[in-house]
């Protein structure tokens, strides 16, 4: 089966499309990556949704932005599509993620009425009509409706494709968040454990944002973060933030660690005479910290020695350095390419393979890395 997996992430900087084919062997996926594409968004679109990823948005913008999304997404997959010179008759399914604009998978004490909630927008009725084909989405909202809290979701995949009975690893993926999943050797479904561990990119984006005066909206190779210092006294404070000392599982996004969040920080920085470079600089060792705190726990207790990285964060090379120095000499970090999986790829293909199981009525959550009480097909239908 050939499936498109969709997938816009917290960075807002546009679509990724993977083109995946997978074929079921006994209790063995295997899957062929055919091709892969990303498609940027517009500024204006960036812009819209940055608007909108707040919690005072308006619900007709939002409502609007779920079709348009939908068209968007359409567009990316008719032109991933036609560049990798397959045939739409080809592709037997689309599998889209959706733009997340806001999560809340805990229960309130305070409020009867609040219910643990999700919203990815990105239409998938849009997405298949406009396409021609049949469309998966909306995957989130399974999980919660059986106590889980909708993420993370990439750890089903993680063990589906990665776990091994010669080794215990550990998967990586920075992107606006971080996140991981630890597969220890031979390890069992229910023995998985996953979660985000907190910001990834989404702070240090702001901040070089905001010091280049809208110029760069990521920090290339790490470079700005490399100029300046890391100021301990304040980085001691922000680690500090209750999320940190969660017991897993647990999961994270813009609610958290978003733009008011990241405002904060920036005022605070200001009011304590730190300088812009070296806030960037912190900003990234607060990752790294925050990350390399949860890896060492698990490479010390259960045996891991292999460390897999993918997304964004992969490239920004002084955070790399600052983790590599968190963990013992004898662990491996490298990118998932070495497990032949493009770093940028990874989360498309992993949504593919959600839909690919999803349309199969084939369980695709982990209750162990969501909280759910129990396994269920996630993804509602547009044929």
Not at 1 to 29: P, R
Not at 191 to 217: C, K, S
Not at 269 to 282: F, N, W, Y
Request: aromatic share 8%; proline share 4%.
């Amino acid at each position: 089966m050939l499936v498109c997996g969709v997938m816009s992430g917290t960075s807002l900087d546009g679509v990724d499309v993977a083109i995946v084919e997978f074929e079921m062997k006994n209790e063995d996926i295997l899957f062929n990556l055919k091709f892969f594409t990303t498609v940027p968004y517009s500024d204006e679109l960036t812009e819209r949704l940055q608007a909108i990823v707040q919690p005072t948005s308006e619900s007709p913008e939002i409502s609007s932005m779920n079709m348009l999304l939908g068209e968007t997404f359409a567009e990316a997959v008719n032109q991933a599509i036609e560049e990798s010179e397959l045939s739409k008759e080809e592709i037997d399914l689309i599998s889209s993620h959706g733009q997340t604009i806001f999560h809340d998978p805990v229960q309130s004490e305070k409020d009867p009425l609040h219910r643990p909630n999700t919203l990815q927008i990105g239409d998938i009725s849009v997405i298949a009509e406009l396409t021609g084909i049949t469309t998966m989405g909306d995957f989130r909202t399974r999980d919660i409706a059986v106590g889980g809290q909708g993420a993370p979701l990439v750890p089903f995949a993680d063990f589906k494709l990665f776990r091994s009975d010669d080794v215990g690893r550990i998967l990586v993926n920075i992107g606006g968040i971080s996140n991981l999943t630890r597969l220890m050797k031979s390890c069992s479904l229910e023995e998985v454990i996953a979660y985000d561990t907190g910001p990834g990119n989404m702070l240090i984006d702001a901040f070089v944002n905001w010091h280049t005066r809208g110029e760069q909206t990521f920090d290339e190779d790490g470079k700005l973060a490399e100029k300046g210092q890391v100021h301990e006294e304040w980085l001691n404070q922000l680690l500090n933030h209750p999320y940190y000392s969660k017991v897993p599982p647990k999961s994270t996004g813009r609610e958290q660690f978003g733009m008011d969040y990241a405002k904060s920080m920036w005022y605070e920085a200001e009011k304590l005479g730190i300088s812009e470079v070296d806030r960037i600089s912190t900003a990234t060792a607060l990752t790294a910290y925050t990350l390399g705190s949860s890896l060492r726990n698990h490479v010390e207790k259960d045996g891991v020695s292999e460390i897999y990285i993918s997304g964004g964060g992969w490239r920004n090379q002084y955070l790399m350095k600052i983790l590599k120095e968190q963990l013992p000499e004898h662990i491996t970090m490298e990118s998932t390419e070495s497990l032949g999986i493009d770093s940028d790829a990874k989360e498309g293909i992993v949504f593919a393979l959600l839909g690919y199981l999803g349309i199969n009525k084939i369980t695709n959550n982990l209750p162990a890395a969501t909280g759910a009480n129990k396994n269920v097909v996630m993804g509602k239908i547009a044929w």
